[in-house]
């Protein structure tokens, strides 16, 4: 079975400074990971995705996520907030052996202050 | 443009009024599935379907029913509504098991209150 943990469900931070949305993943075959955004009144668009190659992945609107097997995770990351960034963001995981079933995290609020 | 499509956007409805959530998509994917949100759970999967006439049970199927007569629609039926179904829901869409390292795409959602 697969599950995503995403530590802490809001997070607050000052315009500029350093995002950091934590995403732990279980998986019994090696994963698929990726990352989601949900503005509000608005659907989940992706942010960016893992599937092989390269464990650091650079997606939309600056942020990146790097994949680190041996700690089972996969952060996501942004040198510096824009208010644009407030959003709820989902950590999901796909398992090459499953009926292509995305599982979610809980979801992390971002917050963005002056 | 490649896109998912749910409808209604919105709704409000009585307990035990049948009631029906439509989606479809343009992109030919054979893998479509129904998602719930609630406050604190994250999106949990309610249905899901791998392709025409191929249905199954995600994790809260209790109360719910789909269908997948054509590949681009999947309609999320509610027999008798309950209040513990007022939610948001999502309809999402991918290439299925051909494909695993593909994204699922999502519709806009449908907020359904039950009263």
């Known amino acids: 079975a697969q599950s995503v943990t995403q530590l802490g469900s809001h997070v607050s931070v000052s315009e500029g400074a350093l995002v950091l949305l934590r995403c732990n993943y279980s998986s019994s075959v090696p994963p698929y990971l990726f990352w989601y955004v949900q503005y509000p009144n608005q659907g989940l668009q992706l942010l960016l995705k893992y599937t092989t190659g390269a464990t650091l992945v650079k997606g939309i609107n600056g942020f990146e996520a790097e994949f680190k097997k041996s700690e089972t995770s996969f952060h996501l990351t942004k040198p510096s907030a824009h208010m644009s960034d407030a959003a709820e963001y989902f950590c999901a995981v796909r398992g090459t052996g499953t009926a292509s079933k995305l599982t979610f995290g809980t979801g992390t609020r971002l917050q963005v202050m002056l | 443009e490649a896109q998912v499509t749910q409808n209604p956007r919105y709704l409000i409805t009585v307990t035990g009024k049948k009631l029906t959530v439509t989606c479809s998509q343009n992109?030919?994917?054979?893998?479509m599935s129904w998602y719930r949100q609630d406050p604190g759970l994250g999106l949990r999967q309610i249905y899901y379907?791998?392709?025409?006439?191929?249905?199954d049970k995600g994790d809260v199927p209790e109360g719910y029913k789909v269908s997948r007569k054509e590949k681009r629609n999947f309609p999320l039926i509610l027999e008798s509504p309950s209040p513990n179904q007022t939610s948001l829901y999502f309809c999402a869409s991918s290439l299925g098991s051909q494909a695993p390292n593909t994204e699922a795409f999502f519709g806009q959602g449908t907020r359904l209150t039950v009263v």
């Open positions: 379907s791998m392709n025409v006439e191929v249905t």
């Open positions: 992109m030919n994917h054979e893998y």
